[in-house]
């Protein structure tokens, strides 16, 4: 017993440690961001604002525009992109969950393959922009993201693991249709896989900032995380410009101000961070149950 | 069952399989096939143009035959303008009212800068239309001439570009490559002044005497950071990230070819200038780098130094700093070693006033001749058009003034015959706040903002003269690297672990610089090194130098 305390101590120190190593750098940005103008140059970084200061937020309200609208980009796209991935995730999943269904190991394969397989920037690219048109709209940050060969797999293993056959069976003997199926009694018993894949999904969509970064060009498509990454690095590139080519930039853009990147960083983590408590409970369980076989 | 099962494995494996292959392979062939019309295209055009212009001049006296109405896609880095469409119809009015034969549009098509390079890449290997882009030797110059991205422009300058001719002569050479002209060079100073920047409050308030650094020598500012130092302890003397290993080294001793590969202009062996060398290993850069060590030891020098995004410039602003230690000046006139002046932009900027000290200026390298150019693309369906309209930014100031700055009235206004924002607006909400000058054309046919030298551009013309006498003996030389591409790799990562801590003071030079050097050897620095000597000695013989 007293062993186990000793443990128990232990591996809660562990952790406390683990997350103050997550949570520090958070913090540091929250207080950079409610620091004064000058407080940085002064004092540089510290862990309790030296001089507080709201600046860069009241600066986000006065100049909120683009912020709001990049902030709707995101959202719809990962609302939109969410719903209809997991509709498409879970659809092939169940396919290939089922043992009669026809080309099983030949789809697996397909799924397989580009899972372990990108056809490289270039293709993807050529695929998107040439065949199909899309860039500079707001399928074309929705669409990649759609199905990932990971996420199939995981829901896959769920569907074979959790969802005993002869259910699948009985419900076809009392009359049910496979699309009945699938939506009254498959998709109701799979709410955990489908929360946990569709954490996956969400964070993903969220912070993606290179689909826009390759195909938007008009910037009221920008979506929240490269509306940031793009403030940042234009920033960066003028310093840089500046120092290779010596060309005079003083003229141009001036840097945003660190509080005020740092205050946008608070913005774009806080909607995520606010997700995961409703789904952690499923996502615990979604973990479990593909782990157990049953 | 067993079989069956088996067998459609096996031949779904060898469907995708075959499935995977042939969409590669035709992508591939398709994009190549693809770009072989385009530039097969791209001849037929240019001389199907050039044509039509020939006897369009040939014809002239007669009757002007009229070109066929053309879009030319001009690519450029630049933040979002949320009044581009406005500038880009204003631009359009006024070329067909002033040259109505020409027959043309632009569609201006800025993107991101932190997007720039990756776009551009992929806009170019998609063979997607675009005419004139923006380019530099530091932003992929050198790839998009090798992978063919580019067009040859020695032919269309003689035909479209008298003007471009005559401003630029001889510059235009700096963006030769295998023998064709591939970049246009915006005209513009040919160089740059490096020194010290100082706080003029402080240096009023301890009457600090700046005569010492006519000598031109960054050790003669020790003596006035210690006196900062000991009178201001909130202040820091000397605030980095440039320090004088940074422009003022590489500017003032080396005539750099690579990496740390140049001549030395300064010690080693001033008899045989052509002799390559590794900058490292210079006593110049020794005798630098215990300089910065020491300055360091002794408090001078801030401790973030090395952390990357630091602005100097607010440090300045928050008066914790005096001096700036190499970093690039402005031009004024009469630019003279060791002569105070004042920063008029940076003053401007700051709302503070700051004394600028000019320690070393630049000689006449090639590398600046090709560090901002435009090009134009191999997609481009009408390059003779494109060239039309490059060389008109080198002779219309009205054009290139739509371009920089805006519409007059809605975009800026004329103060005393300088550019201000219109009242009541500031630079973040007029709606467009290009003011690149150095992206496009010819910059000394700009006005000048407020707060600038109205003589700014003649300024120019002058610092160039000073400049261009004092070219470097490498000039129109331009390495090589593809021999030695994986050598320059792991060299420049030696470089990145060691250059900041050197830089900034924090590393002993003494015990750490031999150790950098073993590295760079073992990275096969002296390969590099024997690459640039038969490259200059080849380009020597070539040009009877």
Redesign the interface.
């Known amino acids: 017993m007293r062993g186990n305390n000793w443990t128990n101590v232990l591996i809660n120190i562990g952790l406390i440690l683990l997350s103050l190593v997550c949570i520090i750098p958070f913090w540091l940005v929250l207080m950079v961001s409610i620091s004064g103008q000058?407080a940085?140059?002064?004092y540089?970084y510290s862990f309790w604002p030296k001089e507080f200061d709201l600046v860069a937020y009241k600066f986000l309200i006065h100049?909120a525009e683009p912020i709001i609208r990049s902030f709707g980009v995101s959202i719809a796209v990962t609302v939109i992109g969410t719903v209809a991935s997991l509709a498409i995730t879970s659809a092939l999943a169940f396919s290939l969950s089922r043992q009669d269904f026809p080309?099983r190991?030949?789809l697996s394969?397909?799924v397989l393959?580009t899972m372990l397989?990108g056809?490289g920037?270039?293709?993807w690219?050529?695929v998107y922009?040439?065949l199909l048109h899309l860039q500079d709209t707001m399928m074309v940050l929705i669409i990649p993201g759609l199905i990932g060969g990971f996420n199939v797999f995981i829901m896959r293993t769920f569907f074979t693991t959790s969802i005993p056959p002869s259910l699948i069976d009985s419900a076809q003997i009392d009359g049910a249709s496979e699309y009945r199926t699938y939506f009254n009694i498959i998709l109701p018993l799979s709410l955990p896989v489908l929360a946990t894949i569709g954490l996956f999904v969400i964070v993903n969509y969220w912070n993606d900032w290179f689909t826009s970064?390759?195909f938007i060009?008009t910037?009221t498509l920008y979506n929240l995380q490269y509306f940031l990454?793009?403030t940042?690095?234009?920033a960066?590139?003028?310093?840089s410009?500046?120092d290779?080519?010596?060309?005079?930039v003083?003229?141009?853009?001036?840097?945003p101000l660190?509080e005020l990147r740092m205050a946008m960083a608070i913005i774009a983590v806080v909607p995520v961070a606010l997700v995961f408590p409703f789904l952690q409970k499923y996502f615990v369980k979604g973990l479990t149950i593909g782990a157990v076989k049953g | 069952m067993r079989m069956r099962?088996g067998s459609?494995?096996l031949?779904?494996?060898l469907?995708?399989m075959s499935l995977?292959a042939a969409?590669?392979g035709s992508?591939n062939s398709t994009?190549n096939e693809a770009a072989n019309n385009k530039a097969s295209n791209n001849k037929t055009n240019t001389s199907n143009n050039a044509g039509t212009a020939n006897t369009a001049t040939n014809t002239a006296a007669d009757e002007k035959k009229a070109l066929d109405p053309y879009e030319v896609v001009m690519v450029y880095?630049d933040?979002?303008q949320s009044d581009l469409g406005t500038v880009q119809a204003a631009m359009n009015d006024y070329l067909k009212k002033t040259y109505p034969d020409m027959n043309m549009t632009v569609k201006l098509?800025p993107?991101?800068?932190?997007?720039?390079s990756?776009?551009l890449n992929?806009m170019m290997?998609?063979g997607?239309k675009f005419d004139l882009l923006w380019t530099?030797n530091?932003m992929n110059f050198e790839t998009q001439v090798n992978k063919g991205a580019l067009l040859p422009l020695d032919d269309l300058l003689n035909e479209y570009g008298p003007d471009i001719k005559s401003v630029e002569g001889d510059l235009l050479e700096g963006a030769r490559r295998k023998g064709s002209i591939y970049g246009v060079h915006v005209h513009?100073e040919l160089?740059?002044p490096q020194g010290v920047a100082l706080s003029k409050e402080l240096v009023d308030k301890y009457h600090i005497d700046l005569s010492p650094l006519k000598s031109g020598e960054f050790k003669d500012l020790g003596p006035i950071l210690k006196q900062i130092k000991d009178a201001e302890p909130g202040v820091t003397p000397a605030v980095g990230p440039s320090f004088p290993l940074g422009?003022y080294f590489g500017s003032g001793s080396m005539e750099n070819i690579t990496g740390p590969i140049g001549l030395d202009q300064r010690d080693t062996n001033p008899d045989d200038q052509y002799k390559v060398v590794d900058a490292y290993e210079t006593p110049r850069y020794m005798e630098l780098a215990q300089l910065t060590h020491e300055w360091y030891k002794a408090g001078y020098i801030n401790k973030?130094a090395t952390t990357p995004?630091i602005?100097i410039w607010?440090?300045f602003?928050?008066k914790?700093a005096f001096a700036a230690i190499g970093t690039?000046l402005?031009i004024v006139k009469d630019m003279k070693i060791g002569e105070p002046s004042l920063m008029a932009?940076?003053s401007t900027?700051l709302g503070m006033d700051i004394i600028q000290v000019p320690l070393n200026i630049d000689r006449l390298h090639t590398s600046?001749l090709s560090?901002?150019l435009q090009a134009i693309s191999q997609t481009s369906k009408d390059p003779a058009r494109a060239m039309m309209l490059l060389n008109l930014f080198y002779k219309d100031k009205n054009l290139l003034t739509l371009f920089n700055y805006g519409v007059e009235g809605k975009h800026y206004v004329l103060n005393n015959g300088q550019i201000d924002v219109p009242a009541g607006k500031t630079?973040?909400n007029v709606g467009f706040?290009h003011?690149?000058q150095?992206q496009l054309g010819n910059q000394m046919l700009n006005y000048t903002?407020v707060g600038?030298d109205p003589n700014k551009y003649l300024n120019y013309e002058q610092f160039n003269e000073q400049v261009k006498s004092q070219s470097s003996p490498l000039i129109g030389f331009v390495f090589d690297s593809e021999p030695v591409k994986n050598e320059m790799i792991a060299v420049s990562k030696v470089q990145s672990t060691f250059d900041p801590g050197f830089q900034s003071g924090q590393l002993d030079p003494e015990k750490e610089l031999p150790k950098m050097i073993d590295k760079l050897k073992s990275a096969g620095l002296d390969k590099i090194i024997a690459e640039a000597q038969k490259q200059v000695d080849a380009w020597r013989a070539a040009n009877g130098k």
Not at chain 1, 250 to 255: A, D, E, G, N, R
Not at chain 2, 111 to 116: E, G, H, P, Q, T
């Open positions: 000058n940085l140059a002064k540089g100049d080309y190991g030949a394969l397909f393959v397989f056809g920037l270039l293709p690219y050529l922009t040439k970064l390759v060009k910037d990454y793009n940042l690095m234009n960066q590139y003028l310093q410009v500046a290779k080519a010596h060309i005079d003083s003229t141009m853009q001036t840097q660190e | 099962r459609i494995v031949s779904s494996l469907l995708s995977i969409g590669c992508n994009n880095p933040p979002n098509s993107i991101d800068w932190s997007a720039y990756d776009k992929l290997s998609s997607e530099a530091w513009q160089g740059n422009a973030d995004g602005d607010k440090k602003q928050a914790t690039d402005e932009n940076k900027q600046k560090a901002t630079k973040d706040f003011d690149n150095w903002r600038e």
